[in-house]
């Protein structure tokens, strides 16, 4: 069974930096196509993408946040780390971590989520 | 970047009526990399649709998929009470990646 489970503060200072971590089970991302993102949702509001990291160590960012963004993997304990530098309360948003195989034949759409982390950028 | 809008923005209907969606791309994706997502409140998007019209793992006949190019569908042929939610398309063909502003189906 597949399994995705974001973990970060639920409440950071504005100028901050959020450390967001996505820890999985039941697959590799030494595993050839396979990517972990991250995916996030202001209140009320659509889908953002933010964040891509592959097995092969390929990163993709937001072109809008990839100032602010870092993703690195930790393949020996199955996460994957996102660091968003200088936070603002329009930050405020749940994130989720999805995983995205790149194999046939989902070809690389966000196929598992975890269930969402709440952020809150406040003084 | 590829812009993907969705229509209309809230659908109200009843149970058992049919559910159209559209989603409309900026300009031409490959079928092959356009996705639909159910959210409910609360709870993470669920992957319903791949590939424009593959159905993922565990998801009911009455959900299809179609179109090509710039215009995709989605259609929900008898509305049941569970399936009331936000529907997001997504493009992953390309990056960055982008999905709709959703398209929320309401019980009227």
């Known amino acids: 069974q597949i399994t995705l489970k974001e973990s970060g503060p639920t409440l950071v200072k504005p100028t901050q930096t959020l450390t967001l971590t996505c820890t999985f089970s039941g697959f590799s991302l030494t595993t050839s196509g396979v990517g972990v993102g991250w995916i996030r949702q202001p209140p009320g509001k659509a889908l953002e993408w933010l964040a891509l990291i592959y097995w092969n160590g390929d990163e993709h960012f937001s072109p809008s946040l990839k100032s602010r963004l870092t993703i690195t993997k930790d393949t020996s304990k199955n996460q994957v780390v996102l660091t968003m530098t200088n936070m603002d309360p329009v930050d405020t948003a749940t994130y989720y971590c999805a995983l995205a195989i790149i194999a046939a034949p989902v070809l690389g759409a966000f196929d598992i989520w975890g269930q969402g982390t709440m952020v809150t950028v406040s003084s | 970047e590829f812009v993907l809008t969705q229509s209309p923005g809230t659908l109200s209907l009843s149970p058992g009526e049919r559910a159209t969606l559209f989603c409309r791309v900026s300009?031409?994706?490959?079928?092959?990399?356009l996705a639909w997502y159910q959210q409910k409140p609360g709870q993470a998007p669920r992957l319903l649709i791949y590939?424009?019209?593959a159905r993922a793992t565990g998801i009911p006949d009455r959900f299809s998929g179609s179109g090509s190019g710039t215009d995709f569908i989605l259609t929900i042929s008898r509305l049941e009470p569970e399936d009331f939610a936000v529907y997001y398309c997504?493009?992953?063909?390309?990056?960055?990646?982008?999905f709709g502003q959703g398209t929320k189906v309401e019980i009227k």
């Open positions: 997504h493009q992953y063909g390309s990056s960055p990646r982008t």
């Open positions: 300009q031409s994706v490959s079928s092959s990399y």
């Open positions: 590939g424009a019209s």
